[in-house]
């Protein structure tokens, strides 16, 4: 067990400026093997930043993110092609190549990273399609699927490598109930079953309590709490309790552009 209690991945003091703006001002985090981790925090707050700085897709401007203990930021094209083998990841948008059908694009990071035959490839593409309900959806375009459909299709291609760690980007918004209960479940059971490691960014509260082994909320470019979901419940921290609650009134307010002064 030594091992497991290593952390997966490592930030510490992580910041990124884009122009003048300073997104993320010093971001701690550890995530250990196994956790399913929620990010929670405002639009615009800078979670789908913190993602990409851990794919290595942006470079920090400060502080460290090591995955199992490897520099990311400084790590070469062939280092992180590696890397990339071990970290799935769900955009928040599905970012689907509409130029090209569900199996190809299922295909592209098998064909980019990995020297399996083509019979493989198509055995694990069908495999995967299995897993999100979407066998029927092989041959058909991006264009022709619906938003939650393309969602599911996304989530597919983030799991085909099998992969370590999952970083998932508001993997259920936009669904139906049951869809998303659906993919609060797959996330889940991925887990469990092979072992992987979750980051879930998302705004859906059901979703959240229902995933994560552990919760975090970034404010103002840090985490400032992170803590088990029973803690996230009833929070101490007024940010957290605001958040959690949806409620109007509170701290939050004033980061609201009218309140701005
Ligand atoms: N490539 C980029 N170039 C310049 N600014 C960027 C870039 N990507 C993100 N930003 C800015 O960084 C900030 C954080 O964006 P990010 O997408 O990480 O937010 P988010 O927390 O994921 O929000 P949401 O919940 O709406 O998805 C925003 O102000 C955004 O405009
Ligand atoms: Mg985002």
Avoid: C, W
Avoid at 194 to 211: K, L, P, W, Y
Avoid at 246 to 261: C, I, K, S, Y
Wanted: no cysteine; proline share 5%.
């Amino acid at each position: 067990m030594a091992t497991d209690s290593k952390p997966l991945l490592e930030l510490e003091g992580v910041r990124l400026t884009f122009g003048k703006e300073e997104v993320l001002k010093g971001v701690d985090l550890h995530i250990a093997p196994r956790e399913r981790l929620i990010v929670l925090g405002q639009s615009g707050g800078g979670k789908s930043t913190l993602l990409r700085l851990i794919l290595g897709i942006l470079k920090p401007s400060g502080g460290s993110v090591r995955f199992k203990g490897l520099e990311v930021g400084r790590m070469g094209r062939r280092r992180l092609n590696k890397m990339r083998q071990k970290i799935g990841m769900v955009f928040q948008n599905s970012a689907l190549v509409s130029s090209l059908n569900v199996r190809d694009n299922l295909a592209l990071p098998l064909e980019e990273l990995t020297d399996k035959p083509r019979n493989e490839i198509d055995d694990l593409i069908m495999h995967k399609l299995e897993m999100v309900g979407m066998q029927d959806a092989r041959d058909k375009m991006p264009a022709e699927l619906s938003g939650g459909m393309r969602k599911r299709i996304a989530l597919a291609r983030g799991i085909i490598m099998d992969p370590e760690l999952i970083l998932y980007d508001e993997p259920s918004a936009g669904l139906d109930p049951v869809t998303s209960t659906l993919i609060d479940q797959l996330i889940i059971s991925l887990s469990e079953k092979i072992g992987a490691t979750s980051i879930v960014v998302t705004h859906e509260m059901d979703s959240a309590f229902r995933i994560a082994t552990r919760m975090a909320m970034l404010y103002k470019g840090r985490i400032i709490a992170e803590d088990k979901p029973e803690a996230f419940r009833h929070h101490s921290n007024p940010v957290v309790a605001q958040f959690i609650s949806g409620n109007t009134e509170g701290p939050l307010n004033e980061d609201l552009p009218e309140n701005r002064t």
